[in-house]
Protein backbone atom coordinates (compact mmCIF):
# COMPACT_ATOMS: atom_id res chain seq x y z
CA UNK A 1 0.00 0.00 0.00
CA UNK A 2 1.43 3.79 -0.89
CA UNK A 3 1.14 6.10 2.00
CA UNK A 4 1.56 10.14 1.86
CA UNK A 5 2.07 11.81 5.27
CA UNK A 6 1.71 15.35 4.81
CA UNK A 7 2.45 17.31 7.99
CA UNK A 8 4.84 20.87 8.48
CA UNK A 9 6.34 19.50 11.63
CA UNK A 10 9.21 16.63 10.89
CA UNK A 11 8.84 15.39 14.10
CA UNK A 12 5.21 14.19 13.13
CA UNK A 13 6.20 13.04 9.72
CA UNK A 14 8.65 10.91 10.61
CA UNK A 15 7.32 9.61 13.95
CA UNK A 16 4.26 8.44 12.21
CA UNK A 17 6.20 6.83 9.37
CA UNK A 18 8.61 4.94 11.48
CA UNK A 19 5.66 3.53 13.43
CA UNK A 20 3.95 2.39 10.09
CA UNK A 21 7.33 1.02 8.65
CA UNK A 22 7.48 -0.98 12.18
CA UNK A 23 4.26 -2.70 12.20
CA UNK A 24 3.87 -2.67 7.79
CA UNK A 25 7.07 -2.80 6.25
CA UNK A 26 6.13 -3.65 2.82
CA UNK A 27 4.15 -0.23 2.68
CA UNK A 28 5.69 2.69 0.48
CA UNK A 29 5.36 6.00 2.74
CA UNK A 30 6.20 9.16 0.77
CA UNK A 31 6.28 12.39 3.12
CA UNK A 32 5.20 15.84 2.26
CA UNK A 33 5.91 19.15 4.23
CA UNK A 34 2.86 21.10 2.45
CA UNK A 35 0.27 20.72 0.58
CA UNK A 36 2.62 21.94 -2.79
CA UNK A 37 4.85 19.21 -1.96
CA UNK A 38 2.00 16.59 -1.21
CA UNK A 39 0.48 17.62 -4.33
CA UNK A 40 3.74 16.56 -6.59
CA UNK A 41 3.12 13.16 -4.64
CA UNK A 42 -0.25 12.46 -5.66
CA UNK A 43 0.36 13.67 -9.56
CA UNK A 44 4.08 11.04 -9.38
CA UNK A 45 2.72 8.16 -7.41
CA UNK A 46 -0.46 5.89 -7.28
CA UNK A 47 -1.01 6.96 -3.54
CA UNK A 48 -3.53 4.77 -1.69
CA UNK A 49 -3.87 6.45 1.65
CA UNK A 50 -2.61 10.63 2.72
CA UNK A 51 -2.60 11.35 6.15
CA UNK A 52 -2.32 14.76 5.96
CA UNK A 53 -2.24 17.35 8.93
CA UNK A 54 -5.26 19.99 9.39
CA UNK A 55 -3.10 22.95 9.75
CA UNK A 56 -0.11 23.41 7.45
CA UNK A 57 1.57 26.32 6.19
CA UNK A 58 -0.81 27.64 2.66
CA UNK A 59 -3.37 25.52 1.68
CA UNK A 60 -4.27 23.70 5.15
CA UNK A 61 -5.26 19.89 5.16
CA UNK A 62 -9.49 20.29 4.80
CA UNK A 63 -8.47 22.75 1.92
CA UNK A 64 -6.34 19.66 0.51
CA UNK A 65 -8.50 17.26 0.92
CA UNK A 66 -11.96 19.15 -0.69
CA UNK A 67 -9.58 20.72 -4.12
CA UNK A 68 -8.05 16.58 -4.08
CA UNK A 69 -11.30 14.64 -4.22
CA UNK A 70 -12.30 15.04 -7.14
CA UNK A 71 -8.97 14.05 -9.27
CA UNK A 72 -7.85 11.33 -6.78
CA UNK A 73 -11.36 9.57 -5.35
CA UNK A 74 -10.11 6.44 -4.70
CA UNK A 75 -7.45 7.94 -2.22
CA UNK A 76 -8.65 7.52 0.96
CA UNK A 77 -7.96 10.74 3.49
CA UNK A 78 -7.32 10.39 7.20
CA UNK A 79 -6.36 13.80 9.11
CA UNK A 80 -4.42 14.69 11.87
CA UNK A 81 -5.46 17.24 14.34
CA UNK A 82 -4.64 18.74 17.83
CA UNK A 83 -7.51 18.48 20.50
CA UNK A 84 -7.93 22.14 19.99
CA UNK A 85 -9.13 21.69 16.82
CA UNK A 86 -11.06 18.72 16.40
CA UNK A 87 -14.17 20.63 15.29
CA UNK A 88 -12.19 20.48 12.21
CA UNK A 89 -11.22 16.88 12.53
CA UNK A 90 -15.56 16.36 12.75
CA UNK A 91 -15.72 18.74 9.77
CA UNK A 92 -13.00 16.80 7.97
CA UNK A 93 -15.03 13.54 8.19
CA UNK A 94 -18.11 15.39 7.22
CA UNK A 95 -16.39 16.41 3.65
CA UNK A 96 -15.37 12.87 2.95
CA UNK A 97 -12.06 11.95 5.26
CA UNK A 98 -11.90 8.04 6.24
CA UNK A 99 -10.90 8.59 10.05
CA UNK A 100 -9.04 11.01 12.01
CA UNK A 101 -6.31 11.01 14.83
CA UNK A 102 -5.51 13.06 17.56
CA UNK A 103 -2.38 13.84 18.40
CA UNK A 104 -0.39 12.74 20.32
CA UNK A 105 -1.04 9.74 17.72
CA UNK A 106 -1.42 6.07 19.63
CA UNK A 107 1.19 3.40 17.95
CA UNK A 108 -2.04 0.72 18.34
CA UNK A 109 -4.62 3.34 16.94
CA UNK A 110 -2.24 4.31 13.53
CA UNK A 111 -1.76 0.57 13.56
CA UNK A 112 -5.15 -0.93 13.69
CA UNK A 113 -6.27 2.16 11.15
CA UNK A 114 -3.81 0.59 8.55
CA UNK A 115 -4.79 -2.51 8.78
CA UNK A 116 -8.20 -1.39 8.31
CA UNK A 117 -7.38 0.80 4.82
CA UNK A 118 -5.01 -1.90 3.76
CA UNK A 119 -7.53 -4.13 3.88
CA UNK A 120 -10.40 -1.84 2.12
CA UNK A 121 -7.76 -1.09 -0.27
CA UNK A 122 -7.06 -4.96 -1.87
CA UNK A 123 -10.66 -5.13 -1.96
CA UNK A 124 -11.58 -2.48 -3.72
CA UNK A 125 -8.66 -2.13 -6.56
CA UNK A 126 -8.93 -6.14 -7.18
CA UNK A 127 -12.89 -5.03 -7.76
CA UNK A 128 -12.26 -2.20 -10.09
CA UNK A 129 -8.94 -2.28 -12.06
CA UNK A 130 -9.77 -3.49 -15.26
CA UNK A 131 -12.05 -0.52 -15.44
CA UNK A 132 -10.67 2.14 -13.90
CA UNK A 133 -7.56 1.47 -16.14
CA UNK A 134 -9.69 1.54 -19.02
CA UNK A 135 -10.98 5.02 -18.40
CA UNK A 136 -8.32 6.66 -17.33
CA UNK A 137 -6.62 5.01 -20.44
CA UNK A 138 -9.15 6.96 -23.18
CA UNK A 139 -9.41 9.81 -20.71
CA UNK A 140 -5.76 10.86 -21.20
CA UNK A 141 -6.22 9.90 -25.00
CA UNK A 142 -8.86 12.25 -25.56
CA UNK A 143 -7.13 14.85 -22.94
CA UNK A 144 -3.87 14.78 -25.28
CA UNK A 145 -5.57 14.55 -28.81
CA UNK A 146 -7.61 18.44 -27.81
CA UNK A 147 -4.40 19.52 -26.57
CA UNK A 148 -2.58 19.15 -29.43
CA UNK A 149 -5.94 20.76 -31.37
CA UNK A 150 -5.72 23.35 -28.42
CA UNK A 151 -2.24 24.47 -29.08
CA UNK A 152 -3.05 24.61 -33.16
CA UNK A 153 -0.74 21.47 -33.96
CA UNK A 154 -1.39 18.71 -36.33
CA UNK A 155 -3.78 16.00 -35.60
CA UNK A 156 -3.15 13.74 -38.77
CA UNK A 157 -5.52 11.59 -39.22
CA UNK A 158 -6.98 11.95 -35.91
CA UNK A 159 -11.03 12.05 -35.96
CA UNK A 160 -12.93 14.77 -34.09
CA UNK A 161 -16.23 13.25 -34.15
CA UNK A 162 -16.46 11.45 -31.41
CA UNK A 163 -15.66 15.13 -29.78
CA UNK A 164 -18.73 16.65 -31.72
CA UNK A 165 -20.98 13.83 -31.13
CA UNK A 166 -20.63 14.28 -27.11
CA UNK A 167 -20.06 17.73 -27.55
CA UNK A 168 -22.23 19.38 -29.68
CA UNK A 169 -22.52 22.16 -28.26
CA UNK A 170 -19.83 24.01 -25.59
CA UNK A 171 -18.27 26.34 -23.69
CA UNK A 172 -14.33 26.90 -23.78
CA UNK A 173 -12.89 28.54 -20.40
CA UNK A 174 -9.07 29.77 -19.58
CA UNK A 175 -7.84 30.51 -16.24
CA UNK A 176 -4.44 31.81 -16.87
CA UNK A 177 -2.61 32.79 -13.37
CA UNK A 178 0.23 35.62 -12.50
CA UNK A 179 3.04 33.21 -12.15
CA UNK A 180 6.02 35.75 -12.48
CA UNK A 181 8.81 33.87 -11.70
CA UNK A 182 7.76 31.70 -8.83
CA UNK A 183 6.59 27.97 -8.95
CA UNK A 184 2.92 27.75 -8.97
CA UNK A 185 2.49 23.91 -9.35
CA UNK A 186 0.34 24.10 -6.29
CA UNK A 187 -1.68 26.84 -7.76
CA UNK A 188 -2.15 25.02 -11.27
CA UNK A 189 -2.83 21.71 -9.23
CA UNK A 190 -5.99 24.21 -7.56
CA UNK A 191 -7.41 25.55 -10.45
CA UNK A 192 -7.66 22.06 -12.37
CA UNK A 193 -9.41 19.91 -9.44
CA UNK A 194 -11.89 23.13 -8.76
CA UNK A 195 -12.54 23.89 -12.42
CA UNK A 196 -13.10 20.06 -12.94
CA UNK A 197 -15.72 19.99 -10.15
CA UNK A 198 -17.38 22.26 -11.28
CA UNK A 199 -17.79 21.22 -14.72
CA UNK A 200 -18.76 17.76 -13.79
CA UNK A 201 -21.29 19.34 -11.12
CA UNK A 202 -23.16 20.94 -14.08
CA UNK A 203 -22.64 19.39 -17.24
CA UNK A 204 -19.89 17.24 -18.92
CA UNK A 205 -16.55 18.23 -20.15
CA UNK A 206 -12.64 18.52 -18.93
CA UNK A 207 -9.76 20.41 -18.35
CA UNK A 208 -6.35 20.57 -19.81
CA UNK A 209 -3.45 22.53 -19.38
CA UNK A 210 -1.76 24.79 -21.52
CA UNK A 211 1.52 25.51 -20.22
CA UNK A 212 2.43 26.35 -16.52
CA UNK A 213 0.18 29.12 -15.82
CA UNK A 214 -2.58 27.86 -17.89
CA UNK A 215 -5.38 25.65 -18.06
CA UNK A 216 -8.73 25.16 -20.70
CA UNK A 217 -11.55 23.72 -19.62
CA UNK A 218 -14.61 22.35 -21.82
CA UNK A 219 -18.05 22.39 -20.73
CA UNK A 220 -21.03 21.41 -22.27
CA UNK A 221 -24.10 22.52 -19.88
CA UNK A 222 -27.24 20.62 -19.43
CA UNK A 223 -30.20 22.63 -20.52
CA UNK A 224 -31.01 23.94 -17.14
CA UNK A 225 -27.55 25.53 -16.70
CA UNK A 226 -25.87 28.88 -17.56
CA UNK A 227 -22.22 29.29 -18.33
CA UNK A 228 -22.50 32.53 -16.31
CA UNK A 229 -23.13 30.77 -12.50
CA UNK A 230 -20.63 28.57 -13.63
CA UNK A 231 -17.94 31.42 -14.01
CA UNK A 232 -19.28 33.10 -10.95
CA UNK A 233 -18.92 29.86 -8.67
CA UNK A 234 -15.42 29.50 -10.55
CA UNK A 235 -14.24 33.01 -9.48
CA UNK A 236 -15.28 32.59 -5.79
CA UNK A 237 -13.65 29.22 -5.73
CA UNK A 238 -9.96 30.73 -7.18
CA UNK A 239 -10.74 33.65 -5.07
CA UNK A 240 -10.86 31.54 -1.95
CA UNK A 241 -8.19 29.01 -2.77
CA UNK A 242 -5.50 31.00 -4.76
CA UNK A 243 -2.93 33.32 -3.44
CA UNK A 244 -2.02 35.28 -6.60
CA UNK A 245 -3.55 36.99 -9.27
CA UNK A 246 -5.68 35.17 -12.01
CA UNK A 247 -7.92 35.45 -15.21
CA UNK A 248 -10.56 33.65 -16.00
CA UNK A 249 -11.76 34.18 -20.06
CA UNK A 250 -14.15 32.41 -21.63
CA UNK A 251 -15.87 31.76 -25.30
CA UNK A 252 -19.69 32.22 -26.41
CA UNK A 253 -21.57 29.03 -27.30
CA UNK A 254 -19.63 27.19 -29.89
CA UNK A 255 -20.61 24.55 -31.86
CA UNK A 256 -17.30 23.40 -33.78
CA UNK A 257 -14.60 21.70 -32.51
CA UNK A 258 -12.31 22.76 -35.48
CA UNK A 259 -12.97 26.51 -34.14
CA UNK A 260 -10.82 25.72 -30.83
CA UNK A 261 -7.44 26.59 -31.64
CA UNK A 262 -8.45 30.27 -32.93
CA UNK A 263 -10.37 30.53 -30.05
CA UNK A 264 -7.84 29.88 -27.80
CA UNK A 265 -5.40 32.10 -29.50
CA UNK A 266 -8.05 34.66 -29.06
CA UNK A 267 -7.61 33.83 -25.03
CA UNK A 268 -4.26 33.76 -25.03
CA UNK A 269 -4.12 37.67 -26.85
CA UNK A 270 -6.91 39.02 -23.98
CA UNK A 271 -4.70 37.52 -21.57
CA UNK A 272 -1.40 38.86 -22.48
CA UNK A 273 -3.16 42.55 -22.81
CA UNK A 274 -5.98 41.92 -20.32
CA UNK A 275 -6.05 43.08 -15.83
CA UNK A 276 -5.07 39.94 -13.34
CA UNK A 277 -8.29 39.68 -11.21
CA UNK A 278 -7.08 39.71 -7.70
CA UNK A 279 -8.01 37.01 -4.71
CA UNK A 280 -9.96 38.56 -1.97
CA UNK A 281 -8.12 40.09 0.67
CA UNK A 282 -9.20 36.94 2.96
CA UNK A 283 -8.05 39.42 6.09
CA UNK A 284 -10.84 37.34 8.27
CA UNK A 285 -9.94 34.20 7.10
CA UNK A 286 -5.87 34.71 6.96
CA UNK A 287 -5.86 35.69 10.19
CA UNK A 288 -7.54 32.62 11.45
CA UNK A 289 -5.57 30.83 9.95
CA UNK A 290 -2.88 32.61 11.78
CA UNK A 291 -4.46 32.32 14.99
CA UNK A 292 -4.88 28.98 14.61
CA UNK A 293 -1.02 28.30 13.68
CA UNK A 294 0.43 30.22 16.32
CA UNK A 295 -1.71 28.40 18.84
CA UNK A 296 -0.59 24.86 17.92
CA UNK A 297 3.01 26.76 17.30
CA UNK A 298 3.77 28.67 20.33
CA UNK A 299 6.96 27.10 21.81
CA UNK A 300 8.29 27.12 18.11
CA UNK A 301 10.51 30.49 16.74
CA UNK A 302 7.16 32.31 15.76
CA UNK A 303 8.46 35.66 14.04
CA UNK A 304 5.73 38.11 12.37
CA UNK A 305 7.99 37.10 9.34
CA UNK A 306 7.53 33.72 9.54
CA UNK A 307 3.61 33.53 10.38
CA UNK A 308 3.05 36.33 7.36
CA UNK A 309 4.50 33.41 5.29
CA UNK A 310 2.15 30.72 6.51
CA UNK A 311 -0.60 32.91 5.27
CA UNK A 312 0.79 34.54 1.90
CA UNK A 313 1.07 38.18 3.12
CA UNK A 314 3.14 41.23 3.26
CA UNK A 315 4.56 40.99 6.83
CA UNK A 316 3.81 45.14 7.43
CA UNK A 317 -0.06 44.21 5.77
CA UNK A 318 -0.40 41.39 7.89
CA UNK A 319 0.75 43.12 11.12
CA UNK A 320 -2.03 45.76 10.44
CA UNK A 321 -4.81 43.31 9.64
CA UNK A 322 -3.35 40.91 12.81
CA UNK A 323 -4.15 44.60 14.71
CA UNK A 324 -7.41 45.05 12.90
CA UNK A 325 -8.75 42.06 13.68
CA UNK A 326 -7.52 41.00 17.67
CA UNK A 327 -7.17 44.19 18.90
CA UNK A 328 -3.78 43.13 20.00
CA UNK A 329 -0.43 43.91 18.36
CA UNK A 330 1.35 40.65 16.89
CA UNK A 331 4.35 40.18 19.57
CA UNK A 332 1.85 41.40 22.51
CA UNK A 333 -0.75 38.59 21.51
CA UNK A 334 2.22 36.26 21.78
CA UNK A 335 3.76 37.21 24.52
CA UNK A 336 0.41 36.84 26.01
CA UNK A 337 -0.13 34.02 25.10
CA UNK A 338 2.74 32.25 25.55
CA UNK A 339 2.47 33.84 29.09
CA UNK A 340 -1.46 32.50 30.44
CA UNK A 341 0.46 28.88 29.02
CA UNK A 342 3.38 29.43 31.12
CA UNK A 343 0.55 30.19 34.48
CA UNK A 344 -0.75 27.42 33.26
CA UNK A 345 2.19 25.21 33.89
CA UNK A 346 3.62 26.60 37.31
CA UNK A 347 0.10 26.30 38.76
CA UNK A 348 -0.71 22.74 37.94
CA UNK A 349 3.03 21.08 37.34
CA UNK A 350 5.96 21.00 39.22
CA UNK A 351 8.49 21.41 36.22
CA UNK A 352 11.12 23.92 36.89
CA UNK A 353 11.52 27.30 35.13
CA UNK A 354 14.11 26.27 32.87
CA UNK A 355 11.60 23.35 31.03
CA UNK A 356 8.89 25.71 31.44
CA UNK A 357 10.26 28.51 29.63
CA UNK A 358 11.40 26.03 26.68
CA UNK A 359 8.07 24.95 26.68
CA UNK A 360 6.33 28.19 25.65
CA UNK A 361 9.25 29.33 23.45
CA UNK A 362 11.57 30.64 25.47
CA UNK A 363 15.16 29.99 25.21
CA UNK A 364 16.83 31.80 28.02
CA UNK A 365 14.98 31.56 31.17
CA UNK A 366 15.76 35.16 32.81
CA UNK A 367 14.08 36.60 29.23
CA UNK A 368 10.69 34.35 30.38
CA UNK A 369 11.56 35.78 34.24
CA UNK A 370 11.40 39.75 32.99
CA UNK A 371 8.41 39.18 30.67
CA UNK A 372 6.28 37.36 32.98
CA UNK A 373 7.25 40.14 35.58
CA UNK A 374 6.20 42.87 33.36
CA UNK A 375 3.21 41.63 32.81
CA UNK A 376 2.30 40.36 35.72
CA UNK A 377 4.16 42.22 38.44
CA UNK A 378 5.19 39.01 40.04
CA UNK A 379 7.90 36.26 39.82
CA UNK A 380 6.91 32.56 37.97
CA UNK A 381 8.76 31.75 41.62
CA UNK A 382 5.98 33.93 43.29
CA UNK A 383 3.30 33.24 41.18
CA UNK A 384 3.44 29.60 41.86
CA UNK A 385 3.57 29.99 45.33
CA UNK A 386 0.29 31.86 45.35
CA UNK A 387 -1.14 28.42 43.77
Known amino acids: ?23 FPSFNVSLATDAADAADVLERLPIDVV ?7 GLNGLEFMRVSRRKYPNVKWVVISAHSEFSYAQKAVQLGARDYLLKPIGKQRLGELMETLQAE ?3 EQEASREGVLLRNGLKYLREAVFQRLAAGLDLGKVDLQPFSDRHPSFYLVMVALDAGTRNVHLEHFIVENVLAELIDMRGDGFVIS ?4 S ?8 EAEEIGKLLTDLRAHLKHYLKIPFQV ?5 LTE ?16 TGKFETMDSGGDKAIEIALHYIQAHYAEDLSLEKVAAVVFLNPAYFSLLFKQKTGQGYKDYVTSLRLEQAKSLLASSELKLMDIAERIGYNDVRHFTQMFRKKYDMTPTEYRNTK
Do not use: Y
Not at 210 to 213: K, L
Not at 257 to 272: C, E, I, L, T
Open 1 to 23: MNILIADDESVIREGIERTILAQ
Open 249 to 253: INSDR
Open 215 to 222: LLGLVTLT
Open 257 to 272: VRDVPSVVAQFRQASA
Open 51 to 57: LTDILMP
Open 121 to 123: VSQ
Open 210 to 213: IDRQ
